[in-house]
């Protein structure tokens, strides 16, 4: 027999350590019932005609005594156990997989793209272009376009013909690395402007290659596969 302690007041019935909490009928002025499995005893609350008072319950009570809120937890346990596979059933279904997955590689695609890039570049301190990391976070793309408009502008009264740019020596994904500072021209921005936006479009393609393949998927353990 299991070990069984039922609180009313509290909805409370625990079996063998597993405490569920639920509706249950119970006699009036009864304040707990404890069953060690082979013995045990009711709590009585007191009345004007009583005092408090423990009634021992031997084994042959546990039919009649006990046996009934083992039942009542046992169908409160099968209700949620089927409740919770119902839950996990429907997190798992395959229109739910689907959406998290477009979820994760839309937020994995932005991260890809705000990561930055690589291009090639000429310092102040070198004579020959070496590969520069650039950022490419939200801030420094409206830097870019802003960069862009004011290049095509340059040949207007007062627009400037240069721009300073950071971009960084020993870019690593854990290290920024070492910053230069670079002084574009409409000519020098060029080409990385040109890598930003094919940086941009590149991570945007893979990202709608992956999620072409999310779509076109038949069964959880196909989403499972794309990477």
């Not at 423990?54 to 005594?65: C, F, K």
Request: net charge negative.
């Amino acid at each position: 027999m299991p070990r069984v302690t039922v609180v009313p007041a509290d909805r409370l019935v625990i079996v063998d350590g597993q405490a569920l909490t639920f509706a249950f009928n119970a006699p009036e002025r009864m304040h707990a019932l404890q069953w060690d499995g082979k013995q045990g005893h009711i709590e009585w609350q007191g009345s004007d005609d009583e005092p408090p008072h423990n009634e021992p319950l031997e084994a042959a009570s546990y039919a009649d005594q006990v046996a009934p809120y083992v039942d009542l937890w046992t169908k409160e346990k099968k209700r949620l156990d089927n409740e919770a596979a119902a839950a996990e059933a429907e997190y798992n279904s395959l229109p739910n997989v689907k959406a998290r997955k477009l979820a994760s590689i839309d937020a994995e695609t932005s991260a890809a793209i705000m990561a930055g890039f690589e291009c090639e570049a000429t310092p102040p301190d070198a004579v020959e272009p070496e590969l520069l990391h650039f950022s490419y976070d939200s801030f420094d793309q409206q830097n870019f376009a802003d960069a862009a408009v004011s290049m095509q502008l340059s040949t207007a009264g007062g627009i400037p013909t240069t721009t300073p740019w950071n971009a960084y020596r020993n870019h690593t994904a854990d290290s920024k690395g070492d910053l230069v500072i670079l002084q574009l021209t409409a000519e020098t921005f060029l080409p990385i402007y040109a890598a930003a936006l094919n940086h941009k479009a590149t991570k945007m393609a893979e990202g709608g290659t992956r999620k072409a393949a999310v779509e076109a998927a038949q069964t959880v353990e196909e989403l499972e596969a794309i990477r």
